[in-house]
């Protein structure tokens, strides 16, 4: 894909600033899957205004690199990111072009695409995990709306915007002093993209035959090897988006009555059929989910926008941690 420079840097950097925001907002707790405050949408907030093309392909990069980069690129949450991400900025672009300023404000249309990637993201959910994914929709739709607020709060902040500014001059050092050289050994670095295109390939075709395994002794075996693969390729094992993972499908499959009866809660019944299916649901996820970690010891090819977007990234997240002991402090009043 060829783009005139400025232009390719520019959706470089703003992708990379993307991953940053996401960084940060991995920082804080989060207990249930999808409910995300969603701070990259900062960027797209602040980009409304570049022409659609551009606009167009920094949802889809930002989409593709935070998949990269979070380890869910072979997973299903893959396509609900990029599909949320795609609907959700094509929502606020339309809605920002479309109504008058005097009709719709910053936070109108951060609200609007939170609550559209709210149910898109519920929608596609439920393609797996069930109907009783639409239990979460309302929770989902008031914390988006919340989270909207926030994020469109962040967007018109000054202290944002300073932030923003600091990033910026940290990608032109990268494009001033980091020239990219071409390496000497054309055969070696064959050699090994084509061991990267296997190794996708392999894993790509493995987490693909894990959801047609119902044995759920062989889908926990999956799942140990995933997390082993996951500590070899150098990922680090966290368990707490496992565990609240497998919550939140228990918690769907509550709404899907299936065989005998356990016991109940309140007026709702927890049948054993109900129970199974949500494990072996769980457990294919989960391994899939570990088997996408490995992805990080992918590395894209020198001279790509991706290589590009992940070399500003590193930058940025380096001038960060450098520069601010936390993310209130960049909000910090000044006295």
Request: hydrophobic residues 55%; contains cysteine.
């Amino acid at each position: 894909m060829q783009f005139p420079n400025k232009k390719r840097e520019q959706l470089a950097f703003l992708t990379a600033l993307t991953l940053l925001f996401s960084y940060i907002e991995m920082i804080l707790p989060r207990f249930v899957p999808f409910f995300r405050l969603g701070l990259a949408n900062i960027v797209i907030l602040l980009s409304l205004e570049l022409d659609f093309g551009l606009f167009f392909l920094l949802a889809v990069f930002k989409a593709v690199a935070s998949s990269l980069m979070g380890g869910t690129l072979f997973s299903p949450f893959f396509i609900i990111s990029l599909v949320q991400s795609l609907l959700s900025a094509l929502a606020m672009r339309g809605a920002s072009k479309l109504l008058s300023k005097k009709l719709i404000s910053l936070y109108g249309i951060s609200v609007f695409g939170s609550a559209v990637s709210a149910l898109v993201q519920i929608c596609l959910s439920s393609l797996y995990l069930g109907r009783g994914t639409f239990g979460l929709l309302g929770p989902m739709l008031l914390f988006n709306v919340a989270s909207g607020l926030i994020v469109a709060f962040l967007a018109g902040s000054s202290k944002v915007k300073d932030f923003i500014e600091k990033m910026n001059q940290s990608h032109l050092l990268l494009q001033n002093d980091c020239e990219v050289v071409e390496p000497e050994k054309k055969s070696f670095l064959q050699q090994k993209r084509f061991i990267q295109i296997s190794f996708v390939l392999l894993l790509l075709a493995f987490s693909a035959s894990l959801f047609f395994v119902k044995n759920i002794i062989i889908l926990t075996l999956a799942f140990i090897a995933g997390l082993i693969l996951q500590k070899i390729c150098g990922r680090k094992i966290f368990l707490l988006p496992h565990i609240s993972l497998w919550l939140f499908i228990f918690f769907t499959a509550l709404f899907i009555p299936n065989g005998q009866v356990l016991f109940k809660i309140w007026k709702i019944s927890v049948t054993r059929g109900a129970i199974l299916l949500a494990l072996r649901k769980a457990l294919t996820l989960s391994a899939v989910s570990a088997l996408s970690q490995c992805a990080v010891c992918l590395k894209p090819r020198e001279n790509t926008l991706l290589a590009l977007i992940l070399d500003y990234y590193r930058l940025m997240s380096d001038t960060f941690r450098e520069s601010y002991k936390g993310f209130t402090k960049s909000f910090k009043p000044s006295e």
